[in-house]
């Protein structure tokens, strides 16, 4: 992918109002978790979960902790991000028996690199994880909208949800996760007039400052 084709995707996405009632072919949203799972995270750890909703009643029990924003309901899969809330210890043991399966170094290069991920981590408390992991998701779903671009997937953010109820109605404090945000995919309407209106973003000289001592 060139320059020029990367400004195309970014130009075609848009925060859809309106998603048709074709759906997206599963093997596409494998391929696009994939591509996320590529994305940038913080020691390589992925502190976090994506999980698939594409049961109308999931979504619908969902919908009154929504904001009224019918996409959660009306979308061929449902994206939920969730931070992974069990103990960061333990996230960096897995994360360090799969890093021995997939490079071949000394012992002692391992284990300095488990210790390190630890101390670093070590001053976190629950609040402070959750904030971490939620940068973490913030980072792979920037990756998420480029690759979902790449795949004529129509994907649209959104945070203005009351976390803390959907946690409940799917029960994942018992899988030790916290929701973060939801990510409806699908194709979008064809009376959807946002899909070709211009976008409206700030100038380069608006948005950039350089800065010297």
Not at 29 to 48: F, P
Not at 163 to 184: F, N, Q, W, Y
Request: aromatic share 6%; charged share 20%; net charge neutral.
């Amino acid at each position: 992918m060139n320059i020029t084709q990367l400004e195309s995707l970014l130009n075609w996405r848009y925060a859809v109002r309106k998603f048709s009632d074709q759906p997206v072919e599963q093997a596409k949203v494998d391929k696009l978790i994939e591509l996320t799972g590529l994305s940038a995270s913080s020691y390589g750890l992925q502190s976090y979960k994506i999980l698939q909703i594409t049961c109308h009643r999931t979504k619908q029990a969902m919908f009154p902790y929504s904001y009224g924003q019918q996409k959660v309901v009306d979308n061929s899969h449902l994206l939920l991000f969730a931070a992974d809330m069990s103990p960061l210890n333990s996230q960096v043991e897995h994360y360090m028996d799969n890093f021995r399966r997939q490079r071949d170094l000394t012992e002692d290069t391992y284990l300095t690199m488990e210790t390190g991920i630890k101390s670093a981590l070590s001053g976190m408390n629950k609040d402070a994880q959750y904030i971490w992991c939620s940068e973490q998701i913030h980072l792979a779903v920037g990756t998420l909208l480029v690759a979902a671009a790449s795949l004529e997937i129509d994907a649209c953010p959104i945070t203005g949800i009351e976390k803390g109820e959907i946690d409940k109605i799917l029960g994942l404090e018992a899988m030790h996760l916290r929701t973060v945000l939801v990510v409806p995919l699908g194709i979008r309407c064809s009376s959807d007039k946002n899909a070709t209106a211009p976008k409206v973003r700030k100038t380069q000289a608006k948005l950039s400052i350089e800065m010297t001592l």
